[in-house]
DNA sequence: CAACCAACCCATAGGCTCCA
DNA sequence: TGGAGCCTATGGGTTGGTTG
């Protein structure tokens, strides 16, 4: 049997040409344990689809199922930084492996625009994993958002949330955790001196917790704190044996102040990132960091929102925890 | 056990009836 | 005649129940 031109194949090609009924190409095609089927039936089946080249029709199969198999990500984040890359590896990697396809909504400006919603009143998607951006960045208001996607009763997950709203599951970065790491590991090569660099001024849930993972991490060593703004740059660099940033930026700025006054680093400072950059590896020196483990927050997002569909699931706040990128700075 | 039937999903289009 | 309102078929699948 060949196919009109232009006509694809459906399921009752396949039953016909298999000379089964429809139920019966279903049940192969879709592996089902709960009929058994001859083998002989089962391989006329699938040759019988082969040379049809025949593909489900995913809108038919959710029509039945009342289920797109779609996930909504909708996210503030610039296209081109590496976390949100690596959350997006890791949310279209678990998606994929559980027959679940992506899609995509980039929000740019309007700040209050919740017309993502319909694609879920719609039946287009299943849920949403939403991915707020830096709260530094002021670009929305996360706690509306989320309340509008309460009110639709729409399956969410929140990535990189600063909130902390009830009934909502999160995979946040252990900002805290992150500054932690890095001074700890500066304290484990024996550095006293350690200050923490950072925009101070502004007061934004994600550096209080960097500014604190630094502060555990020196008095838990029994070390005295020492913080400075960037703005402070490059003065403050005198004396200084060991430095921490917030993020690679503020990294940036101290190597390019360390170069300015002649101090070598790593001989003379000591520099390590609380996050990573793309840039990172390429500054010069090439920066040491601490890696936010974007790919399993994504995987971690999918995860949870899948539990959600499946009505298996309690709110919940996970952190993974991060890992040290050590290179040349320290 | 192997295979099939029939109900079901839901938006849409087309057909039919009724009334002004 | 034509507009409103209702009913039914259709599309391409899935799945619980039934038959041989």
Redesign the pocket.
């Known amino acids: 049997m060949r196919m009109p031109q232009g006509k694809k194949a459906?399921?009752?090609d396949v039953a016909r040409e298999a000379k089964?009924?429809?139920?019966?190409v279903?049940?192969v095609?879709?592996s089902?344990t709960?009929?058994?089927?001859?083998p002989?039936?089962r391989d006329r089946v699938m040759e019988a689809a082969k040379r049809l080249q025949y593909v489900?029709?995913r809108a038919?199969?959710g029509?039945?199922?009342?289920h797109s198999m779609v996930i909504g990500v909708v996210s503030y984040w610039e296209l081109d930084v590496l976390v949100f890359t690596d959350m997006m590896k890791g949310i279209t990697r678990k998606s994929s492996a559980a027959n679940y396809r992506i899609l995509f909504c980039h929000r740019e400006s309007k700040q209050d625009d919740v017309s993502y919603l319909q694609y879920c009143q719609d039946g287009s998607i299943d849920g949403i994993v939403f991915i707020a951006p830096y709260e530094s960045l002021g670009l929305i208001d996360e706690a509306f958002h989320i309340r509008q996607m309460k009110e639709a009763k729409v399956p969410f997950v929140v990535l990189n949330g600063s909130t902390h709203e009830d009934g909502v599951s999160y995979i946040n970065v252990d900002y805290c955790g992150s500054t932690y790491l890095a001074t700890s590991y500066l304290i484990g090569k024996g550095h006293k001196d350690i200050a923490y660099v950072a925009p101070l001024e502004l007061h934004y849930t994600e550096l209080e917790r960097r500014l604190q993972g630094y502060q555990d991490a020196m008095s838990n060593s029994r070390l005295p704190v020492r913080c400075h703004d960037v703005k402070e740059l490059p003065d403050c660099l005198h004396g200084l044996k060991a430095v921490v940033t917030n993020k690679s930026d503020t990294a940036h700025s101290v190597l390019q102040a360390a170069h300015k006054l002649g101090i070598d680093v790593p001989r003379e400072l000591a520099v390590i990132a609380a996050n990573t950059e793309a840039y990172s590896s390429y500054l010069f020196p090439p920066l040491s960091t601490v890696r936010i483990p974007a790919e399993r927050m994504g995987e971690l997002a999918v995860e949870t929102l899948l539990e959600q569909l499946t009505g298996a699931a309690e709110p919940k706040l996970i952190m993974p925890p991060c890992a040290l990128e050590i290179r040349q700075t320290c």
Request: hydrophobic letters at 30%; glycine letters at 0%; zero cysteines.
């Open positions: 459906t399921i009752k089964v009924s429809i139920s019966v279903s049940y095609l879709n089902s709960e009929k058994s089927i001859s002989a039936t489900p029709n038919a199969s029509m039945r199922r009342k």
